[in-house]
Every structure is written in C-alpha cells, then in structure tokens.
Nanobody, 124 residues
Framework: QVQLVGSGGGLVQTGGSLRLSCTAS????????MAWFRQAPGKEREFVAT????????YYADSVKGRFTISRDNAQNTVQLQMNSLKHEDTAVYYC?????????????????WGQGTQVTVSS
C-alpha cells in the first residue's frame, strides 16, 4: 500500500512560480516511478511529468517542457514539481501518482496509487 499526500498548490499570477510536493508512505516508494498529472474543469486528465525510480530519467509533456522540473528524494519519500513561468492554461488540479513499475509512463492507466489532488490557479 502507498498513500500519497500532495501539497503546495495555490493562487499565483501569470509568470510566477509554485512548487508542488507529494509525500508517500510505504516501503516501496524508492522502487516506483512517479508522475504528476493535471485535470482542468471539463477536460480529461493530462500527463505533466514523470521520473523513474532513482531520478535518473525524466520526461515531460511538451506543454510544460522547459518550465517545469520534476525531482524526487527517496530518503524523504517525496517527489516535487517545480513550476516556473506559469501560464493561465496551467490552471488545474494537480495529482501525483505512483507506478508499479520503476520506469515512468505518460499513460495514467499505468499508475496504481494517486494523491488527493492540489489546486493550482494562475490568474491572468
């Protein structure tokens, strides 16, 4: 069992920055790939970024590449998403997710544990 608790969302102006964090419980965190997804009202869940088990490989959606950075700290059982140069279209509920695999994926169906979601609102 893995429980994920996300935090760090909030309201920020266009061009600003936010840092999301997700803390995991359970002994398998360090062997799992982790990811961030987001969902805006009326839209489907969208892949944002993923990181493999040891942080050596990351992958981003084109829409956030160069602006967002995913990282992890296996000693602290945390995964972070640093979001810079935020745009209005980044407004969404952001979810962290844990994969049963050590390698990440952009497909949300391949993740078996999810955080509760944290709201990010970017005002224009």
């Amino acid at each position: 069992q893995v429980q994920l608790v996300g935090s760090g969302g909030g309201l920020v102006q266009t061009g600003g920055s936010l840092r999301l964090s997700c803390t995991a419980s359970g002994r398998t965190f360090s062997s799992r790939a982790m990811a961030w997804f987001r969902q805006a009202p009326g839209k489907e869940r969208e892949f944002v970024a993923t990181i493999n088990w040891n942080g050596g490989s990351t992958y981003y959606a084109d829409s956030v590449k160069g602006r967002f950075t995913i990282s992890r700290d296996n000693a602290q059982n945390t995964v972070q998403l640093q979001m810079n140069s935020l745009k209005h279209e980044d407004t969404a509920v952001y979810y962290c997710a844990a994969s049963p695999s050590s390698s990440g994926s952009r497909y949300y169906t391949l993740y078996d544990y999810w955080g509760q979601g944290t709201q990010v609102t970017v005002s224009s």
